[in-house]
């Protein structure tokens, strides 16, 4: 297994247990899980802040949700294909948060520049939006705006519905939203 793809399979392994222990997890727990030696993991990260460090920068990477979203089946009707990727979309943020809470709660915060963090964030926001505005394409010539500044709508209202509504309680279901979205708030006449 090359170097690279050793800190590939440790990331994986120790992404759960960060959201299981915060930065408490012992070294032992992360050898372990990824079944390798405690030594092996600290010839491949310096420490477990370096550890920690690329789990965060793994966390906040779309690459999972990218992957699920382009297997949704395009001859599906829309709000299907919204709810579907909606699905993907929210689970990505429930495990980004779940990551986000335990390791801030714990004092260990990701070291990173804010500009780095902004180009990422930036970077996986364009990528997510890409990727559903191929949702959309299909019906494009229904679209009242062109399928890129439609998935950036739902987008937007998916997310930021997500993190207000949490705090409530009152959350909408997944198929309220797309309603809403592709029906507007007021009910037919």
């Known amino acids: 297994m090359s170097a690279e793809e050793r800190r590939r399979m440790i990331v994986q392994s120790v992404l759960p247990l960060l959201v299981e222990h ?22 491949v990260f310096k420490d477990k802040d370096e550890l920690f460090a690329t789990c965060f920068a793994e966390a906040l990477k779309p690459d999972q949700v990218l992957d699920a979203i382009a297997v949704i089946d395009l001859d599906q009707p829309l709000d299907d294909r919204l709810i ?26 990701p070291e990173h520049h804010h500009g780095d963090r902004r180009d990422r964030r930036k970077e996986s926001m364009s990528a997510m939006r890409d990727a559903m505005a191929e949702l959309f394409e299909p019906e494009k010539d229904r679209l009242r705006l ?44």
């Open 84 to 109: 579907e990727a909606a699905d993907a979309l929210s689970a990505h943020l429930q495990r980004m948060g779940a990551l986000m809470a335990v390791m801030h709660g714990s004092g260990k915060r």
């Open 22 to 43: 915060g930065a408490g997890v012992t070294s032992s727990q992360i050898a372990r899980a990824a079944g390798i030696g405690e030594g092996t993991v600290f010839r």
């Open 146 to 189: 062109p399928p890129t500044q439609s998935a950036a709508l739902f987008l937007s209202l998916l997310f930021s519905g997500r993190i207000r509504f949490s705090e409530t309680g009152d959350e909408p279901t997944t198929m309220e939203l797309v309603d809403v979205f592709l029906n507007g708030a007021l009910a037919a006449a």
